[in-house]
């Protein structure tokens, strides 16, 4: 009687296990596919979302091939929009910097063999796809060596490539909303990318892609109005001397600034620049000048010996960046995520060493392509993280209403602060129902990573359609 019991009892838990296996499989290959469907990542908190990780080929002949991780929404998948993310660089990963930095629904944990949750994942608002571009960065490859020598326009038709064929992988997106955002040198990639998509919808009878923005947060614009920024906003944080900030605006002409020749000017602005560097020294994150720096020697040496390595900076662990390179390096968590199938003879990295990537396209002016897109009635939004020297938000601010002024749109909010949570979220103006420029108080140059919050806000209220809240409900005290 007791063995009859216990076989049925067994047989009964391994028809249901069969049955629940057939039913996810039957669902996954329904419009989405089953061989890149990530099971569970090494250390993973339990999840109620799919995730789904794999390669798509966008140049068969010469082997290429990129990279891709995507997340449903946390809720209603269905109904929910899909945003890209790509970073910038150019050559740094996406995988490494969005999914698991940044806006992903995961983060290192402190012992780099582990997952912690990311509360304040952006896939709460849309779904999100991830992708390593150009071939060459993080995990995407090609089997022909030259293709690492690439730049903006090859990245941008690639992604165009890439977009057509990981639609036949999941056909149920082709006519769902499409937002392309992403941070840094991807204020290149992603304008040029949704270029690129336009100019395929004006051409074809047949599929066209459902854009509905465009979100960049501190990008690269145009180089000879965004390097001055970093020294304008050095000098207006205290940063360097008056001497030196005005030595630097008096000798150095940046109209003539180039990545090939960045300093196509004086001895002496390049004394100064030098001068201006050294006083700010190693110890300052010029991505975010209020974060405390990371000491990697003490952090790796705790990662071999297992031990938590979270060091904190005002609510920030800002070790992150190595926690991560340990766990995307573990094979474990490369096989969980079909990474790396070609066995790439080097480890993964941040920002790739392998690239030779075109750097006098970074002299591209990239406000006629943000003009173009917004005449096809497609919102742009740019963001910027106020502590961040880098991209500092003092020439993207600039450049935005000097596009308005080209486009002859008009102010319908004024600048002004945005609210979240009772507090200042930040600083805002839209132009013309169609831009919007916003900053992100006390972020970084990676927004979502310093103040994840008030980036989701700011995303919701982007996919959304809303504008951000220039009022506060909760009462102020007489």
Request: aromatic share 12%.
């Amino acid at each position: 009687m007791g063995l009859h019991v216990m076989g049925r009892c067994w047989f009964g838990a391994v028809f249901i296990a069969v049955i629940s296996f057939w039913l996810l499989v039957s669902n996954v290959v329904d419009g989405f596919p089953a061989e890149d469907l990530v099971l569970h990542l090494p250390g993973q908190p339990e999840v109620g979302f799919r995730q789904y990780a794999g390669y798509v080929d966008v140049d068969v002949k010469n082997g290429r091939s990129l990279f891709y991780y995507f997340v449903e929404a946390e809720k209603d998948p269905d109904q929910k929009p899909l945003a890209l993310w790509l970073n910038g660089g150019p050559g740094c990963s996406s995988i490494g910097g969005g999914a698991f930095t940044e806006l992903g629904p995961f983060f290192p944990s402190g012992d780099g063999r582990g997952l912690r949750r990311n509360s304040m994942s952006w896939n709460r608002a849309s779904n999100l796809l991830f992708v390593e571009s150009p071939a060459g960065v993080g995990w995407s490859y090609s089997n022909t060596t030259s293709d690492y020598t690439t730049g903006d326009a090859k990245t941008a038709k690639d992604m165009h490539t890439f977009f057509l064929k990981w639609y036949e992988k999941f056909p149920e997106f082709k006519s769902r909303e499409l937002f392309l955002t992403g941070e840094s040198y991807a204020g290149h990639y992603i304008p040029q990318l949704a270029e690129a998509l336009l100019d395929h919808n004006a051409q074809s009878t047949d599929f066209k892609f459902n854009i509905k923005g465009v979100a960049i947060g501190n990008p690269l614009l145009r180089l000879d109005r965004d390097v001055p920024a970093t020294y304008e906003f050095f000098w207006s944080h205290g940063m360097i001397s008056d001497e030196i900030g005005l030595k630097i605006m008096n000798e150095c002409d940046f109209d003539d600034y180039t990545f090939a020749n960045p300093h196509n000017v004086t001895d002496n602005c390049n004394d100064a620049i030098s001068q201006a560097n050294s006083i700010i020294g190693d110890y300052i994150n010029s991505y975010d000048v209020i974060l405390d720096v990371c000491y990697p020697s003490i952090v790796n040496q705790e990662l071999r010996l297992r031990k938590m390595a979270t060091k904190m900076s005002v609510g920030v662990d800002v070790c992150m960046t190595y926690e991560r390179r340990f766990y995307l390096n573990l094979p474990e968590v490369q096989k969980a995520l079909h990474a790396n199938r070609t066995k790439l003879p080097h480890r993964w990295f941040m920002c790739s060493d392998v690239l030779n990537y075109s750097y006098t396209d970074g002299n591209i002016n990239i406000l006629p392509i943000l003009k173009k897109i917004i005449q096809n009635h497609i919102p742009v939004w740019v963001f910027s993280g106020d502590q961040d020297s880098v991209v500092p938000l003092l020439g993207s601010r600039t450049l935005v209403k000097e596009l308005a002024q080209d486009l002859e749109l008009k102010i319908t909010v004024p600048y002004g602060a945005w609210f979240h949570k009772g507090q200042v979220g930040g600083w805002a103006t839209e132009y013309g129902n169609l831009l919007t420029f916003a900053t992100v108080r006390a972020a970084a140059h990676m927004v979502p990573y310093a103040q994840p919050s008030r980036a989701l806000h700011l995303f919701s209220s982007f996919v959304r359609g809303l504008r951000l809240p220039n009022t506060t409900h909760i009462p102020m005290d007489d």
